[in-house]
């Protein structure tokens, strides 16, 4: 099955083409044979009457009183011939015949082109026409045959050469059509390719629409699309003052839980503060979500965005004596959201330094077709039977140091989703430093948008 229009109407214009020259080829072929042979006919029709002209009767036998002049009838096989055949006495016949006859029980049967076939004095085959006639006014009439004759060959070259000629240039002329076709092909095809241009500008979030210029042909389709956009952006705006006002509505049961938690016993006290706290923070979330409109596609810079990231953690984990190394080429960048960017790098940078002893690695460059992101630290890092596992939602290992478990177990499958609703992928693996390393690979061209919560 063919997906490439370009290739359909390839396709399609050499058929038309192929079809149109092979009817022109046919027609032009039997117009030019049916005048060649016209023409022979005539021919040998003027020798039949030359010879009949110079018939007489005498004493009831046929007399011929002279000759054609031509002197290709003197000569043995000279290339044209006639016969006389009465159908009582003697056959006269040119010299050119030698000791060959015309049968004329045979002669009158056309098979080739309205010519009947016979062999020649040198074994060739003539195409010879015939007329049957009668000579005297009165009783006793004498009838014949009379024949002319011309060697088959000669017609078959003249045919042969003009089909030869006819096929190079009917030849030469599709080649010419075909050419045009594609040319016409690519013009016509440049609307789509702006079209697909458009649409790339559209998902990048240069553009809101793909405009109302373009050939009258596609317009309805692009005012069918500029509609779909239109109802796209008003349901998000809904949908992003739903989420905000989710998230306002429930800072409020938040703060009161808050109050009532502390009249709680310390150990219970200092868990129901640390759920509030985790609530609060997805809350905060989702109201920072819908106020950037996370929905809209956006050429991403991986230098500018992991470089604010490190910015933010860095004080966090200069009191614990950190280093970070960041190796990241500057001409990276990705056709993803930054929210949903920063989101997915900030979770596996949030986790190297919550795990990381002394030393946090972050680097990333390009690998044929795909970027890769990597994120290292010299924690304890994960053990491979669990490294699965933890990118699940809600799995968290716990702290080796014995202290009591942190977090949510969200952090990494957030990260994963995220990859994952790109066409990425999130994969965890043993870093050289000792910790664990975070292995996230992006293709170059990001096509899958994202179809998760956001927050």
């Known amino acids: 099955m063919m997906h490439s229009l370009r290739l359909r109407l390839a396709v399609g214009a050499i058929i038309a083409i192929g079809l149109v020259v092979l009817v ?8 030019f044979t049916d005048y060649v042979v016209a023409r022979y006919r005539g021919e040998m029709t003027t020798i039949i009457d030359t010879l009949t002209v110079e018939l007489a009767l005498r004493d009831g036998e046929l007399t011929l009183s002279r000759e054609p002049a031509d002197p290709r009838f003197d000569l043995p096989t000279g290339g044209r011939y006639w016969q006389i055949s009465p159908m009582k006495g003697k056959t006269m016949r040119s010299r050119s015949l030698w000791d060959t006859a015309i049968d004329a029980d045979t002669s009158i049967d056309a098979s080739y082109e309205g010519f009947s076939v016979a062999e020649g004095p040198d074994g060739l085959p003539l195409l010879v026409h015939s007329q049957v006639l009668s000579l005297g006014a009165n009783a006793p009439s004498v009838r014949f045959v009379a024949s002319a ?8 070259a003249a045919l042969g050469d003009f089909q030869g000629r006819l ?11 075909a050419a045009a076709a594609f040319f016409q092909g690519a013009i016509g095809l440049v609307p789509l390719r702006r079209l697909s241009e458009r649409a790339a500008s559209v ?12 050939p009258s042909e596609v317009q309805p389709l692009v005012n069918e699309i500029n509609l779909l956009l239109a109802e796209r952006e008003v349901a998000v705006e809904r949908a992003r003052a739903r989420a905000s006002d989710l998230a306002h509505g429930l800072k409020t049961p938040l703060t009161v839980l808050a109050q009532l938690a502390e ?10 503060l640390r759920q509030v706290e985790l609530a609060r923070q997805r809350a905060d979330r989702q109201l920072q979500a819908a106020r950037m409109g996370v929905e809209r596609m956006a050429t991403t810079s991986v230098m500018g965005l992991g470089g604010k990231l490190v910015s933010v953690l860095r004080p966090v984990t200069a009191e614990r004596d950190i280093a970070w190394r960041v190796s990241i080429d500057s001409s990276l960048s990705l056709d993803v959201d930054p929210a949903d960017l920063a989101e997915c790098l900030g979770n596996l940078l949030d986790n190297a330094a919550k795990w990381t ?4 690695r972050f680097s990333a460059h390009r690998s044929n077709d795909e970027i890769v992101i990597l994120i290292e630290d010299d924690g304890p890092g994960i053990g491979e039977q669990d490294r699965e596992s933890i990118l699940q939602r809600g799995a968290r290992l716990d702290n080796p140091d014995d202290k009591e478990p942190e977090g949510t177990g969200l952090g990494l499958a957030i990260s994963a989703d995220i990859a994952d609703a790109y066409g990425a992928s999130l994969t965890l693996g043993q870093s050289d430093l000792g910790g664990l390393k975070a292995i996230l690979i992006f293709p170059l061209n990001v096509t899958q948008r994202p179809t998760r919560d956001p927050a």
């Open 167 to 177: 096929t190079l240039m009917l030849v030469a002329t599709a080649g010419v059509l």
């Open 24 to 31: 022109v080829w046919l027609s032009l072929a039997r117009i």
């Open 203 to 214: 998902r990048a979030g240069r553009d809101r629409n793909f405009g109302t210029s373009g």
């Open 263 to 272: 009249h709680l016993p310390p150990e219970e006290r200092k868990l129901a």
């Open 357 to 360: 002893r002394s030393f946090i």
């Open 149 to 156: 004759a011309f060697p088959k060959k000669e017609l078959d």
